[in-house]
């Protein structure tokens, strides 16, 4: 099954992925992010989501840290 | 669909005609060479004043050292992301990616603005406060017309509350409406180059969020002010003096020129040379090895043996008595005791 993972960490990626099917967002959260959830805001398709929604064929998936720090 | 919902579809529209009549050319790629001779000059200050036993210039410079480290680390980061940016194909943007982009910020901020003459793109925070600090709301505004290759963006303190020291910086992180991006930096290119408006705005709103202590332009324990060492006033920036031995801040009374080298220094740096009565500070003050009082170092200068008038005087009169005493003793007097 292909989402649009989107990680707003470091870099930034946006890319499409293969995930197996059935899987959450806590699951694809726990193999992608190393950190904690409460840290970033997830989103599904642009709306906050539940840990254990499944994502589907498509999804459009976003993983932004809420604390991001600047420089000088 | 609604005026609002109409008007921000053509938005949307314009915006991603934008992406897809974007220039193909690719931007040089900048290597932060600057950045490396900047690091390599600190290094070569700590050597020297390590070398002279300039403990706290040292300690100045490595932090120096270390500022010029983290920005050298962004933009090698910027010049990878770059790089990458030349080499992945850009996924192409719809209007309809965009309009929903926009849409889903009205459920992420406070306010959500655009202008269609000015081709401005608007987010507004909540009022922020951090550690304490009220810096009040900000606007992100993303200038459409620059994206994708050229993208520009400014933020706006709508209530501002800048640092006393500096009225241009609005926030920690930013300085004349440009926001040092730091650790966000390659995201947010990301986000603008993909046309992923939605999450340029949550990054750049986050980044706002968050405080680094270790690289603001004004940090926020002196936010309102630095408190003088000697008086304990609060010292705005325009009427702060630092102890050139000491560092210490200090306000326009307290500050004490030395009236040899004409550096200034505070109340601890200083002192008054007993013989000319001149303010002096350490760097040119000098003890008589005697009777350790502080003298300049041209009123300690005409003695020899950095010993001052008074004990070289007084040393005189004494060898002078022993003298004339061993010439007036006799030697039954000796052989008697």
């Known amino acids: ?72 | 669909m609604n005026t609002q919902q109409r008007q921000l579809l053509r938005v949307a529209t314009a915006i991603a005609q934008r992406y897809a009549t974007a220039s193909q050319s690719q931007a040089a790629i900048d290597l932060p060479a600057d950045l490396w001779s900047q690091c390599n000059a600190s290094l070569r200050r700590i050597e020297k004043a390590r070398r002279r036993g300039w403990l706290e210039a040292a300690a100045r410079q490595r932090g120096a050292l270390m500022n010029q480290l983290v920005d050298l680390r962004e933009r090698v980061a910027q010049s990878v992301a770059s790089i990458q940016g030349m080499t992945a194909q850009r996924r192409s943007v719809s209007a309809a990616d965009i309009y929903q982009d926009l849409q889903s910020l009205h459920d992420e901020f406070e306010t959500v603005s655009f202008n269609r003459h000015e081709n401005t793109l608007s987010a507004h925070t909540e009022p922020l406060r951090l550690e304490g600090v009220f810096l009040g709301p900000f606007e992100i505004r993303l200038d459409w017309k620059s994206l994708p290759d050229e993208p520009r963006y400014d933020i706006i303190a709508t209530d501002p509350h800048p640092a006393s020291c500096n009225e241009d910086v609005t926030h920690p992180h930013v300085s004349s409406g440009q926001l040092c991006e730091g650790d966000g930096k390659s995201a947010i290119c990301r986000a603008l180059e993909d046309g992923r408006l939605a999450d340029f705005f949550l990054i750049v709103a986050n980044l706002l969020r968050t405080y680094n202590s270790g690289s603001p332009h004004v940090s926020l324990d002196d936010w309102e002010g630095v408190r003088c060492t000697d008086c304990d006033t609060l010292v705005a920036g325009d009427d702060r003096y630092s102890c050139d031995k000491c560092s210490a801040s200090l306000c326009s009374d307290c500050s004490r020129g030395c009236e040899k080298c004409s550096d200034y220094f505070c109340y601890s740096c200083t002192g008054e040379c007993v013989r000319c009565g001149c303010s002096v500070c350490l760097y040119c003050l000098t003890r008589c090895d005697k009777c350790e009082k502080i003298y300049c170092e041209s009123c300690l200068h005409q003695n020899q043996g950095n010993k001052c008038n008074t004990c070289r005087e007084q040393e005189k009169e004494e060898q002078d008595d022993f003298e004339a005493t061993t010439e007036t003793v006799p030697v039954h007097a000796h052989t008697s005791i």
Request: proline share 4%; hydrophobic share 40%; net charge negative.
């Open chain 1, 1 to 72: 099954m292909r989402i649009l993972f989107i990680n707003n960490d470091g870099a930034g990626f946006a890319d499409f992925i293969e995930v197996e099917s059935g899987t959450t967002v806590a699951k694809l959260f726990a193999e992608r992010i190393h950190g904690n959830p409460s840290d970033y805001l997830i989103r599904v398709n642009r709306q906050p989501a539940a840990a254990e929604q499944v994502l589907q064929e498509g999804d459009r998936v976003s993983f932004t840290p809420s604390k991001i720090e600047g420089a000088h």
